[in-house]
């Protein structure tokens, strides 16, 4: 399998998920969560590729899909007075939902990097 898609078997056949589609349900579920300023994506292992949200910093999302267990590394940049704690735990609960429900693929780790704090 390559490592740009996940494979998961089915009664009628495999089914390949590509890191593409991992990447937009992740940028989905984080643009939910009240207090990210921007973020953005990227493939596994050095391929990045930009998204961003209210402005043009450009945080990493990677994704590492090892034997059928995904880990998304994300960085971000948060509003001032956000008790950051509390927010990254939402953050990462947010996105392993979001990806288990819509792909039935387990997510082993979320860890969310705070690369900046906004001040408005």
């Known amino acids: 399998m390559a490592k740009n898609a996940m494979e998961l078997s089915a009664e009628q056949g495999n089914i390949k998920i590509s890191n593409d589609v991992i990447m937009v349900i992740t940028q989905k579920a984080i643009e939910e969560v009240k207090g990210i300023v921007s973020f953005s994506s990227g493939l596994s292992k050095g391929f990045t590729e930009a998204f961003s949200r209210k402005n043009n910093s450009k945080k ?61």
């Open 60 to 120: 990493a999302v990677k994704i590492d899909n090892e034997e059928k267990l995904l880990e998304i590394n994300i960085s971000v940049v948060v509003e001032y007075g956000i008790v950051i704690p509390e927010l990254m735990k939402t953050v990462q609960e947010k996105v392993k939902q979001s990806i288990e429900n819509m792909t039935d693929i387990d997510v082993d780790k979320v860890n969310v990097y705070v690369q900046d704090v906004k001040i408005s």
